[in-house]
């Protein structure tokens, strides 16, 4: 189980969806038991305490209107799209479930930055940019390819890595079946690999809670 800081306050936590109930139960048995309010992202838990916690439906899922319904719908299989891109490496690819059936990961040499100055430094920077371009173009090619085709049996896509290179992906007007089933969530992910892919699944698939403590 996975947790951060969440900017503003609180702190996120990324739990399975096998395990949400029991965290639930857990989160009951620390602040007293919550009252359930169902929102536009899932569900908000506030305890006695002051304590909330707001479980955040996972891409794809269909929200539910209190906590078994919330648990049964993130547990059901999905079929999700996945698309990850930082630096020279990108990766798309499908998971069924737990199992990812689709996979193609590419990478290409990006040089990265120099000290050096003048036209020098200018030709590098041009020489980094259009290396840059090419990466991005060859992963929209691969969307083209190997997604495009499965958008009718996405519930789902699950992006990761560099939101502005994402960005530039899915905004080649081929794509926008895609586009259109692009989820919030964005993985934090390194230089995609097919180890980092298959990491991914389980990512996509989490619950994300964002949980406040009583003052």
Do not use: C
């Amino acid at each position: 189980m996975r947790t951060w800081p969440a900017p503003g306050g609180g702190r996120w936590v990324e739990v399975d969806p096998a395990r949400i109930t029991r965290w639930v139960e857990g989160f009951a048995a620390r602040h007293g038991g919550p009252t359930t309010t169902a929102q536009p992202y899932g569900l908000l838990l506030t305890a006695p305490d002051g304590a909330t916690a707001e479980l955040h439906t996972p891409p794809g899922a269909p929200p539910g209107t209190d906590v078994t319904g919330f648990a049964a719908a993130a547990t059901v299989p999905r079929r999700i799209g996945l698309l990850l891109a930082r630096k020279g490496g990108v990766a798309v690819g499908v998971a069924d479930g737990d199992k990812l059936v689709v996979s193609k990961v590419d990478t290409r040499y990006v040089q990265g930055r120099t000290a050096a100055g003048g036209w020098s430094q200018q030709r590098f920077a041009r020489r980094r940019d259009n290396q840059a371009k090419a990466v991005l173009d060859e992963a929209a090619e691969l969307a083209v390819r190997l997604l495009l085709p499965e958008a009718s049996t996405l519930t789902a896509l699950v992006t990761g890595g560099d939101r502005r290179g994402i960005d530039t992906i899915l905004a080649d007007r081929r794509l926008a079946a895609l586009a259109a089933l692009r989820a919030d969530r964005l993985l934090d992910v390194p230089e995609p690999r097919h180890p980092v892919l298959l990491a991914a699944i389980p990512a996509a698939r989490a619950v994300h809670v964002l949980v406040t403590d009583p003052e």
